[in-house]
């Protein structure tokens, strides 16, 4: 009963906190149906776009379903609005577990290391009485801290056979060490995870986190699963061959310096035909693609079946195993005080505007998967279109388990969201940046924003101070979407007169959000400078 008021009074301070920010609840959500802290199962894959979850009814619905995840948005609540603030893998796990953006907890790219020694949600749940773990991918370099249990793949794991490293090992760094498992990744991860709820102390709530790897590259489905999908046509991106007219196409190197990996120029179409090399190779996993013509978009199409079938195999062995968590928890009596959540770090471009990786602030990009069964709400089967930051997330859960979010966590918890998904108020915009410039996909570093109807991109095309960031610059570049219009994104109407009203707003907006967010330009002159002559760039 105490652990019940707890909740409910942590419950009225963030309606008081709500109603001075943007994001305020209704109503009051029913979270006294649970007798105790409830459980938390977070499952959250690896660069699992929307598109290939069947119950978000993208482009690929028609062919690929996932029954089990789909299980999770039939009884719990689907979100359409769930942003990375940051589109890439160990930044946006940094972001969920301090509930801060990239410049704030230090991860900005995937050269920077996790500082372990900061707060994060697992120590203030494990504080509050949870017995917390993490299984699968980490990622994040430093031992993780805030566990009582762990057991992660070294950097990012292997899809057979895969080593894990365990809590009360020698760490050594996030490359090294582990022990081999047999079997396939997705499989080994959820065996793992369910023996430590077999062997957990039930008298204590529990958040468990289990982060595969799958479906990130390169794909290597389970034998089981090897052969699916051989007969059936993927369907295509309306943007698969829409290569010139999208992204900064003239972003030429400006200030590059000798010795780069990149000439005096680049091209910023080199995303499909870097895939189509590799696919041409004897190193592609699944075997060389095979090619009965080299007309251009004859390699664009066989090149797009091959990485979506791929991809998609794996996504196969994800949903079987969410299926195995969902019965094991029905199983075991667990179903009606546990929550369970589906996402993903990102989302991923699945051959969209011929792009097949993340990083970029287009929709498929930064746009999460996010599905969550709160037991016995009333929601089952709603959806929400708010605008949610996955720097939410830590202070959602905190608050589901009656923690007040640390004044340091920069998200705002969303829980109203979860219950009742109709008239719960998210963000009126999110906020996004790219910092690793022109590393590994050759894509500059922008900033950025996404409302409910619009999307504003600033591409300013320098390094500064991000690890394995490029040292070279990029022209500065601006796009902008009606999404209301143009949801797919393909005319960028920045350059258009009768927008100008609306991109100053959001240029102000930007800069509102930038400065709530304390990531301030006034720590970079050569931004600061770059500004000056390019922001009211028409
Ligand atoms: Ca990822």
């Not at 990485?307 to 079987?320: C, H, N, Q, S």
């Not at 097949?356 to 959806?383: C, H, N, Q, V």
């Not at 996955?390 to 918890?413: C, F, H, R, W, Y």
């Amino acid at each position: 009963m105490k652990i019940k008021l707890k909740i409910k009074q942590t419950l009225a301070s963030s309606l008081k906190f709500s109603a001075i920010t943007s994001m305020f609840c209704s109503t009051l959500i029913s979270i006294d149906v649970m007798a105790k802290q409830p459980n938390i199962v977070f499952i959250m894959s690896d660069d699992h776009a929307t598109n290939a979850i069947s119950s978000y009814e993208g482009r690929l619905s028609s062919v690929f379903k996932t029954p089990n995840i789909d299980r999770l948005a039939s009884q719990g609540v689907r979100f359409n609005g769930m942003y990375a603030n940051n589109s890439i893998c160990t930044p946006s796990r940094a972001a969920i577990l301090t509930g801060q953006y990239s410049h704030t907890n230090g991860v900005k790219t995937l050269a920077d290391t996790f500082d372990r020694k900061k707060d994060n949600v697992a120590k203030q749940l494990k504080a509050a009485g949870y017995q917390t773990a993490i299984v699968g991918k980490w990622h994040l370099k430093t031992e993780p801290s805030g566990f009582d249990y762990y057991n992660v793949l070294p950097n990012q794991g292997k899809y057979f056979e895969p080593k894990f490293k365990e809590i009360g090992k020698k760490w050594q760094n996030g490359r090294k060490g582990g022990e081999v498992y047999p079997g396939y990744v997705t499989d080994v991860t959820t065996d793992i995870s369910m023996n430590w709820l077999d062997k957990r102390d039930q008298d204590k709530p529990f958040m468990l986190m289990i982060h595969h790897k799958a479906p990130h590259g390169l794909w290597q489905p389970a034998k089981r699963h090897q052969d699916l999908f051989s007969d059936v046509k993927i369907p295509e991106p309306a943007s698969l061959y829409n290569r010139g007219k999208h992204g900064p196409t003239d972003a030429v190197i400006i200030d590059g310096k000798k010795g780069q990996q990149f000439g005096s120029s680049v091209s910023r179409r080199m995303e499909g035909r870097g895939l189509v090399t590799r696919m041409l190779s004897d190193s592609w996993p699944t075997g060389k693609l095979q090619l009965d013509s080299y007309d251009w978009n004859t390699v664009v199409s066989a090149a797009y079946q091959k990485y979506l079938k791929d991809y998609l195999r794996t996504i196969v062995a994800v949903d079987e195993n969410v299926g195995r968590v969902l019965d094991y928890l029905d199983a075991n009596g667990l179903t009606d005080n546990t929550i369970v959540i589906y996402t993903s770090d990102q989302g991923m471009m699945l051959g969209e505007h011929d792009y097949y990786d993340k990083r970029w602030i287009y929709e498929e990009s930064i746009k999460m998967p996010f599905l969550a069964r709160f037991p016995k709400g009333a929601a089952a089967g709603k959806t929400t279109n708010e605008l949610f930051s996955n720097i939410d997330i830590a202070p959602t859960l905190l608050e589901l388990a009656g923690v007040k979010t640390p004044t340091s966590m920069q998200g705002q918890s969303f829980l109203a969201a979860l219950s009742d998904p109709e008239h719960a108020k998210g963000r009126d915009a999110v906020y996004y940046r790219y910092w690793l410039h022109m590393a590994h996909h050759t894509i500059p570093a922008h900033y950025g924003i996404r409302t409910k109807t619009h999307k504003l991109a600033f591409f300013y095309g320098l390094p500064l101070d991000a690890n394995g960031a490029m040292p070279a610059a990029t022209p500065p570049y601006w796009e902008m979407y009606d999404l209301a219009n143009d949801p797919k994104e393909m005319t960028n109407i920045y350059p258009q007169q009768q927008y100008s009203k609306i991109k100053n707003q959001l240029k102000q907006q930007l800069i509102e959000l930038k400065e709530q967010a304390g990531d301030t330009d006034e720590m970079y002159p050569e931004l600061v400078t770059l500004k000056k002559a390019h922001w009211d760039q028409k």
